[in-house]
């Protein structure tokens, strides 16, 4: 006699994302697990007394997202912070840090006024926050606002004073953009960039409890918009012990791989990890190191000027003969590597570090970002088998007059290409980089793009952020696909985005279901 299932979801359009995608019309999970597609006749045999019966209503059912690139910690703190992202204009920025800090004055609360993810590109000032501007804030709070790339950050008079002697100079940027960090005469602006920035997240970092309350909270966010999994990238963070700590509580609702900083190699090997150990919630993912840096702070490494400033080619965060020593010692230890690359120097000293390694394909080396990648860089990525971890919300500095086109000009046409990375064989993995978190939008810029090179079909952007996050976590034998015998982990839609694809970004998730437990409802 069959056993019964746990759940069956019945009534609903359910895209299994293989290769070819096939449908069905319903699916039903026992412990956890996919035990059958069908048709709803067929699926409700396996209903018992016990079995809960979901009716979909004609909603689409696909494996669940996973993104590949998150930052739950900073998410969280977006949720409970000052978010930044939505502000349209400077004065709103500013606006929103005064309404932090009035939230926030009295003995009980923080001494920090704390913003996250604002973009200047997309306001009509078109700069940075400065320290003018964070000093109308508070002149006797520390009030800091990080970009939303995360390696910008601008603070007011007071975080100048206590911390200046601790940063780097060619990291806190003068009054005049490009003069001698070294004329002591200059006044610092309160734009801050790269490692300066650390100073300010060491600083700032949440203990372990504050650390618990920003993980539940990104976990709620995630699970709203239909996220399964994350890949985390951890430094200097209670974050593996807090996820470890809700996986045996069960409190998790999010499978998560954890990718480690580089400068917790040596304790990760003393430790005796190695990617892929942990339990089916938590797990150890990739060496996580820079390269270069950002777009945004013109600090990517490129092999031309910079369009909006010539004596600019960008900035070595992590020098070539450094990647390539952390390549080699994590690779020969057991580790994936995840080295973050958005300029095209950058990419290709990537690329040749990973090629120094007995086998990149099968250790699944990644390249985060993969934002001005050459023709030749493309091919390599596929004739290689590394794996191009992007990010498709970046698409939206690619508009006229977007962020790309003032840094890049011309080359803003050759960011993002998804298509050729897709066309030569390259494992793509879509994530968010949680600029926003939300998948729905990624998809609709990669399929909406009007550039060829970089747009892909309704099928393959939804591939990249199931499947293809999956492969790049090494979990495409259990995720990623709704099949027999995978886990249940499913996003369902209240529309369809092959029929609706000029407007994905404004589909609404419906349920989110995690090892077969439904996990968010919205119907």
Not at 2 to 22: K, N
Not at 228 to 236: A, F, L, N, Q, S
Not at 407 to 432: D, H, Q, V, W
Request: contains cysteine; proline residues 3%; hydrophobic residues 40%.
């Amino acid at each position: 006699m069959t056993e019964a299932a746990d759940r069956v979801f019945i009534d609903g359009e359910i895209h299994t994302l293989t290769d070819p995608d096939e449908t069905s019309e319903a699916v039903a999970v026992r412990d956890g697990e996919i035990v059958r597609l069908g048709s709803t006749y067929d699926v409700t045999f396996l209903a018992g007394a016990e079995t809960e019966v979901v009716d979909l209503g004609g909603r689409v059912l696909l494996p669940g997202f996973i993104d590949a690139h998150t930052h739950m910690t900073t998410l969280g703190r977006y949720l409970v912070h000052a978010d930044l992202s939505g502000a349209d204009d400077l004065d709103e920025a500013v606006s929103l840090l005064r309404e932090r800090a009035a939230e926030t004055d009295g003995p009980a609360e923080p001494e920090w006024v704390l913003g996250y993810g604002y973009d200047e590109s997309m306001w009509p000032e078109d700069r940075y926050l400065d320290r003018e501007d964070l000093d109308a804030v508070s002149e006797e709070r520390p009030v800091v606002a990080f970009r939303e790339d995360m390696h910008v950050a601008s603070v007011n008079s007071v975080v100048l004073d206590r911390y200046e002697d601790e940063m780097a100079d060619a990291d806190v940027h003068d009054e005049i953009r490009g003069s001698d960090a070294s004329d002591h005469d200059a006044e610092p602006t309160g734009v801050l960039v790269e490692e300066a920035v650390d100073v300010l997240y060491d600083a700032t970092s949440p203990d372990a409890a504050e650390t618990g309350r920003l993980l539940t909270a990104a976990q709620a966010h995630a699970n709203e918009l239909g996220v399964t999994g994350v890949h985390d990238m951890v430094r200097g963070s209670y974050a593996p012990e807090v996820y470890r700590d809700m996986d045996l509580g069960n409190e998790l609702s999010l499978r998560v791989r954890l990718n480690y900083w580089a400068d917790h190699l040596d304790a990760l090997i003393e430790t005796g990890l190695c990617t892929n150990h942990g339990s089916e919630m938590v797990r150890t993912g990739a060496v996580k190191t820079y390269t270069d840096g950002t777009f945004g702070g013109r600090t990517a490494q490129i092999s031309a000027p910079y369009h909006d400033d010539t004596s600019e080619n960008g900035t070595w965060v992590v020098d070539p003969e450094e990647l390539t020593d952390i390549v080699q010692r994590a690779d020969e230890a057991g580790f994936q590597v995840s080295a973050h690359a958005i300029g095209d120097v950058a990419i290709d000293e990537v690329l040749d570090a990973f090629e120094r390694c007995d086998d990149p394909s099968g250790m699944r080396h990644r390249v985060e970002h993969v934002e001005l990648a050459s023709a030749e860089a493309i091919e390599r990525f596929g004739d290689m088998g590394v794996v191009a971890s992007v990010q498709p919300n970046f698409l939206k500095w690619a508009k006229d007059d977007g962020l790309y086109e003032s840094r890049l000009g011309a080359r803003r046409f050759e960011t993002n290409r998804y298509a050729l990375l897709n066309g030569a064989g390259a494992p793509l993995a879509f994530g968010s980089d949680c600029m926003p978190l939300d998948p729905l939008q990624g998809v609709h810029h990669a399929v909406t793009t009007a550039v060829d090179a970089q747009r892909l079909s309704v099928t393959e952007a939804l591939r990249a952020y199931t499947l293809g996050a999956a492969y790049a976590g090494f979990d495409e034998g259990r995720l990623g696909t709704v099949e027999t015998h995978k886990l249940a982990d499913f996003t369902v839609l209240e529309r369809s985005p092959w029929e609706h694809d000029d407007e994905i970004a404004e589909i609404d998730v419906a349920m989110t279901v995690v090892d077969g437990d439904v996990v968010y409802d919205d119907r």
